[in-house]
DNA sequence: GTCTATAGAATGATAGAC
DNA sequence: GTCTATCATTCTATAGAC
């Protein structure tokens, strides 16, 4: 009786984990209103009270997807630091950023519906962690800017079009693979995209690509 | 009683149109599922069994917003010209895309909830009138690439880019204006934006911007 | 054409047995 | 911890009076 709590010790995580799996290809795919706590499950291979055993409400699961995604979007947001050379600085931050759409397509999907319905759950994430990240780099890209070592632009307005594009290939998928004559991209298309995004963005601001294109 | 018919000639598509309006802000800010006809009866301003007698389903509302906001895009669609100057060409596009953001993010928002969950509705559309229209300035763009006018990138590419751009302006317009300390942009915001956005997409592909950046 | 009242279906959440 | 049965609510759509 008393080493029953030393049994399966990630079982919970692994199960919990499991139905944030489940929850993201669903939230992204039908909404948060348009999934089904019933649709979920099912995906998951559970059933429906077993969810709400481990996740108490729909939001609650909801509000731990968005997070998850939110956390991805940071890990690649320490790519780029004002002792770097801008060039290699933005084309790795580009090319994480593109990997994370082809590796998270559904997470960046849930966070966008979030966003386009006006943050009801994130907002406060926007305030804090959102606008401080984007404060520091915006303050990063202009001294690049003051130092003469790229064009004049407002730094926000470039990220801006580097979250845009990026994600375009994610929240767009659908759309990008019709145009694609119905075919998912490959990984020469990834490739392909990834250079020709670096190659605007980059010589957009001044900066000439050479050989060296900050892969990791 | 037989002249009946002639009275208030255009009402029914007055208020088909003030039904539309409501539908393409509930549904922009709630989603299909989210979006109750209730909500879209309240916000026009007419019992909900009304709105049943113009638009029999919810679905048959939706999708005539959404074919609205396809013939939005379309509009902007024929702003250049194999004939033009790419420079020009481009910078047109990138106004008018700029301009519709501004005016209409709610069918902006619409659109990409639509793409985002599948186009189970507008999937047609998609594969014919989209599909034609990328086509043929595909073919424009490549022009100009082969007779050495612009670097060579893909052209889809410089599409996607265009796209995701502009667009992020209205579909994200809850995130800008949150790192925008809360405000919404103002006329010089907006303004700023088209420029750097026209700056940096002209400049990546090898267009000096002078002083004709192809306004109207 | 308009609107009240309601039917009929779907869904989030829980009670309670195991 | 797990799962069946079910409650309570919400929403689309319509019947039928005016």
Redesign the interface.
Known sequence: MTNGNFKKPSTRNQKKQAILDAAEKIF???????ATTQMIADFAGIPKANLHYYFPTKEALYSQVVQNIFDIWLEAADSFDQNMDPAIALASYINKKMEISRAHPNGS?VW??E?????PII?DY??TT??EW?TSREAVIQSWIDEGRM?K??P???L??I???T???A??V???Q??NDGQPFDDGAWQ??TR??K????????LQTGGDDGDH
């Open positions: 992204a795919e039908y909404g948060f209103k348009g999907k966008a519906n966003v386009m319905h006006g943050a907002q926007l305030e959102l606008k984007t064009d632009i407002d926000k307005h470039l801006y079009m979250w845009a594009t994600q375009h290939y929240d767009f659908h759309q990008v019709t145009l392909a995209a020709d995004v190659k605007i963005i980059l010589a957009g601001v001044g």
